[in-house]
């Protein structure tokens, strides 16, 4: 384990570091025909803009503007850090991608959980659950902003519209859609079928939002439109669902399931199970590489990333971190590390994508959680860590 380096809480002295990194209800069916809306870019990988989700660059790739330093004009002059918001500190820790050293600490409200990148790519929202605000974060400079009273915070996502935030008030058991900008609150979706409402992601057509329940052992669909939940989907007794990812053709929703130790498969059309994949003890955080070929699925309880076949849907390979518990993250803009946080070490790990190797163990605040790479390749966000399109 490398020694921390000592926080730098000069903001010139890490925008002179940064210059040297580089850009880094419940109802019965859902339809089964996907309509795609409109959209308008200034280039494949340019802005989008609001109000209109932005065509699909690829019809059976999801994630084709998402390749290796594909990287939007909006953060093409990003520096390239990690952002780790520490559950137990109450503080987000700042990384240099090219150091793999803490170059920066700043506190937060309480109990941080994730870092959300906006769906304009120009705001990194620290959700801060127990605070009842969101820290936003200038990634031009990695500095803080003046906080946004927000109720319970969990996580947040955005709309592939860009027109509503929905924060994920778990404690509340609610789906709070909120004006993407202000924050105003516009509609509070009630879950009360959804004990542990954390996780989620979207249809390929943006219409629909597959989303976890992980105190209930089910998932809940929720229509964008009418803003109402359509269907649930029950798992199995027991199951602790946790992230969610569509695959790159937009037809299979994955799941991981904290207690069934694997990864479940919803059938995106029919929005029904299809079959568990197990991976490893504490299957937790789900990544797709920036190839669009492989998932990579952080086991927190055994200290494991099993990497996953989209198109076989079954594992190749396994990574270990020796007595680590490696949570949520991302991939780097050029898909060559995955970047997780260690959630039971207070640690981060970076590990290579080509061999699995692990290339640092940093040390940082206590109990990180939903650290965000940044910056990433995209058009827009949809939320979580780093859910780009």
């Not at 803080?144 to 404690?171: C, H, K, Q, S």
């Not at 992980?214 to 798992?235: G, H, N, P, Q, W």
């Not at 937790?284 to 309880?301: C, E, F, I, T, W």
């Not at 989209?310 to 060559?336: E, K, L, N, Q, Y």
Request: net charge negative; with cysteine.
């Amino acid at each position: 384990m490398s020694p921390r380096a000592a926080p730098r809480a000069s903001s010139l002295v890490l925008m002179a570091l940064a210059l040297g990194l580089g850009g880094c209800g419940t109802g019965s069916t859902v339809s089964d025909t996907h309509h795609l809306s409109g959209g308008l870019h200034d280039a494949a990988i340019g802005v989008p803009v609001a109000g209109r989700i932005p065509p699909r660059l690829d019809p059976s790739n999801v994630y084709a503007a998402d390749g290796p330093n594909m990287l939007s004009p909006t953060v093409r002059d990003d520096p390239s850090l990690i952002y780790v918001p520490n559950s137990q500190s109450n503080t987000v820790d700042v990384i240099s991608q090219k150091t793999f050293r803490v170059i920066e600490q700043f506190p937060v409200g309480a109990l941080p959980q994730h870092v959300v990148p906006s769906w304009d790519l120009r705001t990194l929202y620290v959700t801060n659950d127990a605070g009842n605000s969101l820290t936003p974060i200038d990634p031009r400079t990695a500095r803080p902003r003046t906080p946004i009273p927000v109720l319970d915070p969990y996580n947040m996502y955005f709309t592939p519209d860009g027109r509503w935030a929905i924060v994920v008030a778990e404690a509340h058991r609610e789906l709070d859609f909120r004006d993407a900008h202000t924050m105003a609150l516009h509609h509070a979706l009630a879950t009360p079928q959804c004990a542990g409402v954390d996780h989620m992601d979207f249809t390929a057509d943006g219409r629909y939002a597959l989303v976890s329940c992980e105190f209930a052992a089910r998932m809940i669909v929720v229509d964008i439109s009418s803003e109402t939940i359509v269907k649930t989907i029950e798992l199995a007794p027991g199951a602790m669902p946790q992230d969610v990812k569509l695959s790159p053709d937009g037809r299979t929703f994955y799941v991981a399931d904290m207690t069934a130790n694997g990864v479940w498969a919803i059938d995106a059309a029919a929005m029904s199970k299809v079959e568990l994949i197990h991976t490893g003890l504490g299957a937790h955080g789900l990544y797709p590489s920036r190839d669009a070929k492989a998932l990579y699925v952080s086991n927190r309880m055994e200290g494991s990333i099993t990497v996953l076949s989209f198109a076989t849907h079954r594992p190749i390979a396994t990574w270990r971190v020796p007595g680590g518990s490696p949570d949520m993250g991302g991939v780097s803009a050029d898909g060559s590390v995955l970047w997780l946080s260690g959630r039971y070490n207070a640690e981060v790990y970076a590990i290579s994508t080509a061999s699995g190797r692990l290339l640092a163990r940093i040390n940082v605040g206590e109990g990180p959680h939903g650290l965000c790479v940044w910056p990433q390749p995209g058009r827009y966000s949809i939320g979580h860590t780093g859910i780009l399109r």
